[in-house]
């Protein structure tokens, strides 16, 4: 798949590259390049054709007319004059664009450069401005795909990184059955001889796949073109391309295949997606099986990688819509109603109401047919809500009197107050506290206009009524105050349950939360969503406060770290909205826990008119709370824990050291010993005794010399000194001398050496190697008895030749197998072995470094063989 | 051999190394000591010594130059002395005019050889037809090679081969050196011909052709024919 094109981050100085870009020869490239050219000139640009290949035809010849054309020059190879583009002459020529065809096009050995992309580099260099053609397939990435497609490889490509520079891609497109329509006119200019390649190359369905991939490739830089513009411009969201949805989980039985959709949906939109339920006094009557659904479907949201929030409410529209507003949601994704109309038309339904009340929220509406059709609701027209109450209001009492006209000739006129009264309640609850004094007001004048006798006059005939008319006057104004208050703050305790349950969820995340950087976002996360600002989490590294963690796209300029500084040191609010420091652009909540402040949180609203409420600051009082904790918390543990690697170093080192010195100091005693017993005069020995002193001390002085061989070896592996050279060795070669070099220690050991005659030479270090062997047979040696035999075998297996060692020792535990080749792993055995323990790790390092491996494995019967792999390449 | 007459300059800058060859050379050999290239220069032009023992690892000259600056104008037997790990530098040297090379550390008994192998060819007659050791025979007159008295089959190739080594019997050759010697200066770094035909010689020859005893490797630098 072609890498991502990054472009340039700033404006080059020097000339710009358009690319005429088609998906194969003949969709008119050249021409669409000369007709553009053409343009520009028109409009008085200086233009010169560089190079172009015209192939004979012509409509192309003819666009050249009148073009100014630099002459190429002929580089003869071959004793052939081929022409070539001319780069001095266009640069003497100083043109403002130049025209080369053929980006991708090898250049006759003699020229400049070897690519003609590096012609055009070079003149862009220059400042001149360039346009080019380019099939699909010359890019280098797609080499490989393209090859695929059309089974031909294609020699002439160009490099990735000059497409990068590219400016500006223009496609030409033409539709496939056109193309090979102009192919069979004899209009196109295909540089392959073979005539079944042609045919072949030019099929439908070729030509659509790489045409698919020519359009992709376009699409694709404009997607970079448009993100690289947001962050040039410090664009952030919302943004209509960065989308955020919320689907309605409703307990219908739409509810899967509405969260597939809505996940379908986000995945087309690239954007964040959420599910959100609404939880309406009326759901204490939904049936178990209903609730079920409504727990599978947020599971399954939850799974999809979704967000799930649960809400309590009234009202479910209201209750999403807030929501929506609240985290900026750009779109809210409904299923179609499935209540009968009746139902619909009396309690309104849920979805007429997000439509009209969504403001420049979209509604998606999917429906429960096979095919979930997405028909976009635009933008509602919003009314003027409180108008609308008083309306509605005045309505109520023209219905309450009507329905009292209706009963009137049954009852005494005193019972129609109920009415009113009812009236008055609906008003109350439904419409609020202004519109019910209005019903009150309204329904006292009506009652007494329309039924207090004398009918049709505010007059009261018998003052009895009178008594009516204000009972149900201060009882109505009663009954609206009391009714309102109570839905306030029935309104109140949402609010206040809401961020209860944002609380928790914060509290959740933060205890999952695994290190620092975990709890920052979860803390970032939450009080964005929480109070629609971006956030930024100070906290103390090293010396000084610093911003350790922030919502994407937030600068915090000097002076707010200052006040954050401040902040921290006194462990009071400041910044905007506060008493101290409010001219910051943040407002700055200290982190504190028992232990004194650990860090700073730094909240910026959306619009900055807007500050926090005081329930609101109360709530970021509690969210900081928990941050802080969890902080604490989390620098603890990482704490604890980089305490406890440090530990585990040192040991690890002090045994090391430990283990390095005894090894080197050991030999060094005998060999000291035995000079200065042999160097005394006082000590009288014999010749025997002199003789086993010397040997003594030769045998240890080698040991010594062995050892510092081997470290030096482990340190030159490790810091990568270690050259290899490799060069076709004889391994039969290899293996003599190794057995060489351990001389004297193979005693009479009976060594079995079975190599077949055809193996092939293999290329290797004959230096290293035979270090191995003699590592690898050494150990052999020092794990088995002294009459126990040593086989060596070598033999071809695949790519690579094994060479075995196998020892009839005591062979190896088998959870050690690996462990053997670790540095300084001896394997713990009784009686004394001698070595540091470096040999194996040597011989694997040596061993891995060209290429192959190394490995252990006990044998049946006793003992052990290692195996050294080495490839044949 | 004659050998008290025979004269040994020791180049060496570490004092103890020259003590040590003073005392274990100093009963076989006259021995001259410099602690440095001018040093060794000088004293190879003033006391004519028979072999040199030249150490790598000089302060002021590399040992490759100390050989080279003498080979331009004697043909002095000139052993050098290093440490395992620098191959390249022993090809160097052995390629400028060095006879033969030891790793330290070393034990006497090899430097004894070394310096025994590399006198003799002062003394060593080159007309001698017919060489032996050991077991082998190599009759460069009859152009015949025999091993426990069996005449032994070579291709041409591995009977100039085994014939350069001859001529050089007990000193080490470079794989360049053979390769020059037998195919040519084209065929320097061919190493892989040499290989295989150093195999199929010692398939031909040793008793246990993957325990050489005549044709030894030394690994990283050449061969040499040991003189048993």
Redesign the interface.
Known sequence: MPDKPSLPETAPARGRLKIFLGYAAGVGKTYAMLEAARQCKNQAVDVVVGIVETHNQPETEAFLQGLEVIPPRKITYDNIPLPEMDIDAILRRQPRLALVDDLAHINTPGSRHARRYQDVLELLEAGVYVYSTLDIQNIESLKDVVAQITGMKVRETVPDSVMDAVTDIHLIDLPPDELVQRLKDGKVYVPIQDGHAVEKFFRIGNLTALRELALRRAAERVDVQMRAYMRTSAISGPWPAGERLLVCISPGALGEHLIRAARRLADELKGEWFAIYVETPNDARLSQEQRDQVARSLRLAEQLGARTISRPGQSVAETVLEYARRHNITKIIAGKPVRSRWIEALRGSVLDRLIRAGGNIDIYVISSEAEPQLRQIGEAWRPHRPLWRYLLAVLLAGAATGLGALIAPYFHPTNLVVIYLLSVVLAAVYLGRGPAILVSFLGVAAFDFFFVPPPLTLAVDDTEYLLTLIGLLAVSLVLSQLTAMVRLQAEAVQQREAETVELYELGRDLTVAADLEAVCQAAIFHVGQTFSREVAVFLPIGNSLKVYSVSPGLLVSDEDSGVATWTFEHGQVAGRGTETLSEATLRYQPLKTTRGVVGVLGVKPADPARYLSRDQVRTLDAFANQIALAVERASLAEQARQAEVLEITDKLQNALLNSISHDLRTPLVSITGALSSLADDRILLDESSRRSLVETASEE?DRL?RLV?NL?DMTRLESGAMRIKR????I??V???A???LGGRLGDRK?Q?E?P?ELP?IPLD??LV?RVLVNVIDNALKYSQADMPIEIKALAAGAFIEIEVADRGTGIPSEDLTRIFDKFYRVQRPGNVSGTGLGLAISKGIVQAQGGFISAENRAGGGTIITISLPLE | MAEMNLRVLVVDDERSIRRFLKASLGSQFVVLEAASGEEALAAVASEHPDVVLLDLGLPDMDGVEVTRRLREWTQIPIIIVSV??Q?KDKIAALDAGADDYLTK?FGVGELMARLRVALRRTTQIDNEPVFSTGNLVVDMNQREVRMNEQPVSLTPTEYDLLRTLVKHAGKVLTHDQLLRAVWGTAYESE??ML??N??NL??KIEPD????IYI??E??VGYRLKIL
Not at chain 1, 727 to 730: E, L, R, S
Not at chain 2, 209 to 212: D, I
Request: aromatic letters at 2%; glycine letters at 6%; one cysteine or more.
């Open positions: 002085a010399n061989g030096l060069d076709a060795c004889d039969q070669d293996i003599g001398s057995l060489e070099e060594i050496v190599i005659s030479l004959f230096v035979e | 395992r790990e191959e550390p190493t892989h290989q295989v150093i195999s010692r398939r052709p993957s325990r050489p030894v490797t690994p990283g």
